[in-house]
């Protein structure tokens, strides 16, 4: 069970800060002139930390024509500012590098993410650079030509793989209004016609620390940490206008769409995905447990309807928890001479007994345990432990992360039943069909 919430500083803290609330360990502080948030999780153990700045802008902020810009960013947040670059022999790789850090970037559709994991004697050098490029990107256009080749080569082998395809296929399909119908990675013709003056705007907009969390976790000193924030992102302002938000909202689909990618293969696929909640409400929690009653391991119900007799290779379920109303979807590689129709059908009908029939109590303890096996694994360590956090902190709630078991235990067969009859419906759901032309 979580501790009870805070309501005061576990200890004095620098006055540059205001203390927020903390869950399970985890304090929240905000940086009092520049909103910039802070999540801190002092661990024992080895002297290792790791910092990763977590920016509210993902593919979901991206307007048509500027599909894309999130993920160039990230690239070219790389390049350096004036005090960390390549002419000065001082790049971000090579001055985290010789200090033994891992660090990478990654972008999705409600975040961008930013890390290092390092000794700590070295996190004061990857605050430095986190807040110097948050600010300071040079954006250079010589640098956005460079990437931008890089980029729409990363494009192409996505294309080239057809599962891959599928997916950016069924999403587009899905979504009609919403941008999460746009592939993080951009539309080919945004990625070759996005200047460096399109994404110096995209940057001025989006990249301010009140639109950012900085999340600390390893063994570290509190005080030491907080200081050391405040010092490097203190510095900047916050933003001189108003955070563009996301106020779209998909209309209800009015029936069931279809789209079939055609490609060079072997195996076929067949993708069924239906709208989800929001990532915030329990029925997400619900939705989770039904994908792995559906199609997590030999037990699932699914592996054994279609795996079992031959008509899948594999299977899978997958509840995709976002900010906005997301996707929750099944999926299936074909056996060799199967049609998809068969498999479309038996996974159709798998789903119908639950809305018909429901679970049982057995089935939800194997997938609550599922769930519980993998979050232990997914915690595992500094580095693993802000990557989750990072994706509650995006889905717009950081405390999901320290309830979610909590809210797992309070899932009932009754609402797995009642989610399945509620979100998967045949009526609101997009297939994808992946047909091997060779």
């Not at 200090?99 to 430095?128: C, F, I, K, Q």
Request: hydrophobic share 35%; proline share 5%.
């Amino acid at each position: 069970m979580n501790q009870p919430t805070p309501t005061e500083a576990p200890v004095e803290i620098p006055s540059a800060f205001e203390f927020r609330t903390a869950s399970d360990g985890i304090e929240c502080y905000r940086l009092v002139d520049n909103g910039l948030r802070v999540l801190l999780l002092p661990q024992d153990g080895a002297p290792v930390a790791t910092s990763m700045v977590t920016y509210h802008v993902g593919s979901r902020n991206e307007r048509t024509g500027h599909t894309g810009a999130t993920h160039m960013l990230e690239h070219l947040m790389f390049k350096g500012t004036e005090r960390y670059h390549q002419r000065k022999g001082t790049s971000i790789f090579q001055t985290l590098q010789r200090v033994g850090a891992r660090v990478n970037a990654s972008t999705w559709m409600d975040r961008t993410n930013y890390y290092e994991m390092l000794p700590t004697e070295h996190l004061p050098l990857a605050l430095d650079i986190e807040a110097d490029r948050m600010r300071g990107a040079l954006l250079d256009p010589q640098d956005v030509e460079s990437e931008r080749t890089v980029i729409l080569n990363e494009r192409d082998r996505k294309q080239n793989d057809p599962v891959s395809r599928l997916f950016d296929e069924v999403w587009a399909a899905a979504f009609v209004a919403h941008p999460y119908q746009h592939p993080t990675i951009g539309w080919e013709s945004d990625i070759e016609s996005i200047t460096a003056d399109g994404l110096r705007e995209f940057y001025d907009t989006y990249y301010w620390p009140d639109n950012a969390t900085v999340s600390v976790v390893g063994n570290v000193d509190r005080r030491n940490v907080l200081e050391e924030v405040a010092g490097h992102f203190g510095r900047h302002d916050a933003a001189p206008h108003e955070i563009p938000q996301v106020r779209t909202e998909e209309p209800e689909q009015a029936g069931e769409r279809r789209v079939t990618v055609e490609q060079d293969g072997q195996l076929g696929a067949v993708l069924m995905a239906y709208k989800s909640p929001p990532a915030v409400e329990p029925d997400s929690d619900t939705l989770d447990v039904l994908a792995r009653i559906l199609a997590s391991g030999k037990g699932s119900r699914l592996y054994q309807r279609c795996t079992d007799q031959g008509l899948t290779s594999d299977v899978f379920g997958m509840n995709f928890r976002l900010r906005d109303p997301g996707l929750f979807s099944v999926f299936g590689y074909l056996a060799p001479d199967v049609d998809h129709r068969t498999v479309e059908d038996a996974m159709g009908e798998e789903i119908e007994k639950i809305q018909d029939e429901g679970v049982t109590k057995e089935e939800l303890d194997r997938a609550r345990n599922q769930l519980r096996a993998k979050i232990a694994f997914d915690r595992d360590g500094p580095m693993k432990v802000a990557s989750q956090l990072n994706e509650a902190i995006a889905a717009g709630q950081w405390t999901l992360y320290t309830e979610y078991l909590d809210r797992l235990d309070r899932v009932t067969v009754d609402d797995v039943q009642r989610v399945a009859r509620t979100y998967v419906k045949t009526d609101k759901r997009t297939v994808g069909w992946y047909v091997p032309t060779s």
